[in-house]
Nanobody, 114 residues
Framework: VQLQASGGGVVQPGGSLRLSCAVS????????MEWFRQAPGNPRELVAR???????HYGDLVQGRFTITRDNAKQTAYLQMNDLKPEDTANYYCNYRTPKGDYRGQGTQVTVSS
């Protein structure tokens, strides 16, 4: 299983970005796709997760601003980030949770700065 994250960049406060995480390899009937973020000196933080059934969960700091979706046909999860704030600056990476274990992709940097 391999994960490929993309979509990061530099954006001004109040702006938007959409991250993508494409999964290749063996898939499972039930799985969970997650986005985490980590800024230097800070602990890892769960941003959002979505199950293969479409159930979602968001971290408190992004609730109402971020939306996680998935396209099972494309084996891809998306994270739409709106109203970005400087404190959203971090390395964002996706994690694929399966009955066989977790698989983590490389990160994509998001920088929110004026």
């Amino acid at each position: 299983v391999q994960l490929q994250a993309s979509g990061g960049g530099v954006v001004q406060p109040g702006g938007s970005l959409r991250l993508s995480c494409a999964v290749s390899g063996t898939l499972f009937d039930f799985d969970v796709m997650e986005w985490f973020r980590q800024a230097p000196g800070n602990p890892r933080e769960l941003v959002a997760r979505i199950t293969s059934y479409g159930s979602t969960h968001y971290g408190d700091l992004v609730q109402g601003r971020f939306t996680i979706t998935r396209d099972n046909a494309k084996q891809t999860a998306y994270l739409q980030m709106n109203d970005l704030k400087p404190e959203d600056t971090a390395n964002y990476y996706c994690n694929y949770r399966t009955p066989k274990g977790d698989y983590r992709g490389q990160g994509t940097q998001v920088t929110v700065s004026s």
